[in-house]
């Protein structure tokens, strides 16, 4: 079993930045892939990246050069670093871990978080 707990959401201005964080615990995630959804209200959650576990990664065109995926297998932690935020990220972010399938949805991720929101100010 895999616990996974994400950090880091918070309010911040049009422009801005924030890193979230998701520490897996129960069990080495370092020979999972990890993935981060999002879900705005009264919307299906959405991909937002994957990182395979060689470091591989993968992202959705609307985030492709803002945001960075990364993992510190020593610390079972994957991190999302979202740079020049924009209003329509705002939404809860999701941790996501062990996919079989189609990595963009969210019917093939094995494990997930509680969610942090992100909220971007215009």
């Not at 930045?17 to 615990?25: D, K, N, P």
């Not at 919307?43 to 609307?62: H, M, N, P």
């Amino acid at each position: 079993q895999v616990q996974l707990a994400e950090a880091g959401g918070g309010l911040v201005q049009a422009g801005g930045s924030l890193r979230l964080s998701c520490a897996a615990s129960g069990r080495t995630v370092g020979i999972y892939a990890m993935g981060w959804f999002r879900q705005a209200p009264g919307k299906e959650r959405e991909f937002v990246a994957y990182i395979g576990s060689g470091g591989d990664s993968l992202y959705t065109d609307s985030v492709k050069g803002r945001f960075t995926i990364s993992r510190d297998n020593t610390k079972n932690t994957v991190y999302l670093q979202m740079n020049s935020l924009k209003p329509e990220d705002t939404a809860v972010y999701y941790c996501a871990a062990r996919p079989y399938g189609n990595i963009r949805s969210a019917a093939a991720w094995h494990y997930w978080g509680q969610g942090t929101q992100v909220t971007v100010s215009s």
